[in-house]
């Protein structure tokens, strides 16, 4: 199994920072893409950002300019930069990756908990 796990979640002003960090442990045979979901109170999940094997991001309109999501493979972490945040921003951030724990199984995907950021002066 493949255990994803976040930190880095708090209380920020707006216009503030945040770096969310998201580890991948346990038994790991391969790890493809890596993202950031979040979802807001009363609203669906939404993707965030994307990032590739290969280091090709993606990122939803509304972050774009402000969130960089980048990873260090040797480590099986993925990043969120998140610069210029807005109260809009407050929700659950949520890790996925996309891979699998033996060479036999096909990939999946995987969950984290999830790590609250909230704006708010």
């Known amino acids: 199994q493949v255990q994803l796990v976040e930190s880095g979640g708090g209380l920020v002003q707006p216009g503030g920072s945040l770096r969310l960090s998201c580890s991948a442990s346990?038994?790991?045979?391969?790890?493809?893409?890596m993202a950031w979901y979040r979802q807001a109170p009363g609203k669906e999940r939404e993707l965030v950002a994307v990032?590739?094997?290969?280091?090709?991001?993606n990122y939803v309109d509304s972050v774009k300019g402000r969130f960089t999501i980048f990873r260090h493979n040797a480590a099986n972490t993925v990043y969120l930069q998140m610069d210029y945040l807005r109260p809009e921003d407050t929700a659950v951030y949520y890790c996925?990756?996309?891979?699998?724990?033996?060479?036999?199984?096909?990939?999946?995907?995987?969950w984290g908990k999830g790590i609250l950021v909230t704006v708010s002066s």
């Open positions: 990032i590739s094997s290969d280091d090709r991001t």
């Open positions: 996925n990756a996309d891979g699998s724990d033996n060479p036999f199984a096909p990939n999946r995907n995987y």
């Open positions: 346990g038994s790991i045979f391969n790890i493809n893409a």
